[in-house]
T-cell receptor, first 114, second 115 residues
Framework: DTEVTQTPKHLVMGMTNKKSLKCEQH?????MYWYKQKAKKPPELMFV???????INESVPSRFSPECPNSSLLNLHLHALQPEDSALYLC?????????????FGQGTRLTVV | AQSVAQPEDQVNVAEGNPLTVKCTYS??????LFWYVQYPNRGLQFLLK??????LVKGSYGFEAEFNKSQTSFHLKKPSALVSDSALYFC?????????????FGPGTRLSVLP
């Protein structure tokens, strides 16, 4: 199973809402990532979890709050977002501590902030 | 810092012709290089990677890539393009400055295969 599952696929939220994005993998990967992708642009790293600990936060605003409750799950909690936060949010996973390991991506959550 | 360049925003090729999508990199040390493909409104799919060894790497869906250390290039190739290969292609390198925890992506190249 080389699948990373993200839910929901689409999300529309108001600027005062609180919502969460979910990501799940069962490949035994201990590195998990959140990326943000704007249209026709490359993915931009937001967060990296390694062995369930936050290891990289790319200066992401606090309205984005990641959580890794166990080795298979990764959440991204959203609160008081801005319209410019509308984007495709991608989750990925890979073997940890292996620079040669490829990452497997989910299909993404298309987020629209209104 | 590690970086990747994809000099062409768009590549057009006729179906059945060979295709090349170009990538050059700048890294300190030995590079770990990757190619990914993205179809509209989808996540990224891994195609192939170079770690070490043979300079010609074979990957999924008939794609291959040629690593050239002297030219710091890692071009993606396919002998015979299909219309279904039309997509956005990203070259990426592991950012070893962050203990290899991050992938640094190139800007992407849109491939259009014309029937």
């Amino acid at each position: 199973d080389t699948e990373v599952t993200q839910t929901p696929k689409h999300l529309v939220m108001g600027m005062t809402n609180k919502k969460s994005l979910k990501c799940e993998q069962h490949m035994g990967h201990r590195a998990m990532y959140w990326y943000k992708q704007k249209a026709k642009k490359p993915p931009e790293l937001m967060f990296v979890y390694s062995y369930e600990k936050l290891s990289i936060n790319e200066s992401v605003p606090s309205r984005f709050s990641p959580e890794c409750p166990n080795s298979s799950l990764l959440n991204l909690h959203l609160h008081a977002l801005q319209p410019e936060d509308s984007a495709l949010y991608l989750c990925a996973s890979s073997l940890a501590g292996r620079g040669s390991a490829e990452a497997f991506f989910g299909q993404g959550t298309r987020l629209t902030v209104v | 810092a590690q970086s990747v360049a994809q000099p062409e925003d768009q590549v057009n090729v006729a179906e059945g012709n060979p295709l090349t999508v170009k990538c050059t990199y700048s890294v300190s040390g030995n590079p770990y290089l990757f190619w990914y493909v993205q179809y509209p409104n989808r996540g990224l799919q891994f195609l192939l990677k170079y770690i070490t060894g043979d300079n010609l790497v074979k990957g999924s869906y008939g794609f291959e890539a040629e690593f050239n250390k002297s030219q710091t290039s890692f071009h993606l190739k396919k002998p015979s393009a299909l219309v279904s290969d039309s997509a956005l292609y990203f070259c990426a390198v592991r950012d070893m400055g962050n203990y290899g925890q991050n992938f640094v992506f190139g800007p992407g190249t849109r491939l259009s295969v014309l029937p």
